[in-house]
């Protein structure tokens, strides 16, 4: 894959990216701040975008979305690594939970 191919691929993300949270902020808001982890503001700003701002801020180098899961832990459970499938809900769980946490603490 050369350079060309990986800027149209960010491109695609983040247009991808912001159609899905403009979409999951006007249908249903609360359960979008925390699956986007974005704040009131951010989403207010997301919901009201148009078309062209959406392609014109999705046309950039850089992607607009942003790992959650940024530390060892949640990585871990996610991934269940070292466990057994018979804890991988319990796992999940526990994930979640953590991130969760992490959304009312940005918020």
């Known amino acids: 894959m050369n350079a060309d191919q990986i800027l149209a691929e960010i491109r695609e993300a983040n247009l991808s990216y912001m159609m899905l949270a403009q979409s999951l902020i006007r249908t249903d808001r609360e359960q979008a701040l925390f699956r986007l982890g974005v704040s009131e503001e951010t989403a207010t700003l997301i919901a009201t975008l148009t078309p ?51 959304h009312q603490e940005a918020a």
């Not at 801020?57 to 832990?73: E, F, K, P, V, W």
């Not at 466990?83 to 809900?89: L, M």
């Open 52 to 102: 062209a701002q959406m392609m014109k801020i999705a046309s950039g180098n850089t992607l607009l979305c942003r790992m959650r899961c940024d530390d060892d832990l949640v990585w871990g459970l996610l991934t269940s690594h070292g466990k057994s499938s018979a804890n991988d809900s319990v796992s999940r769980l526990h994930a979640s939970i953590l991130l969760a946490g992490r």
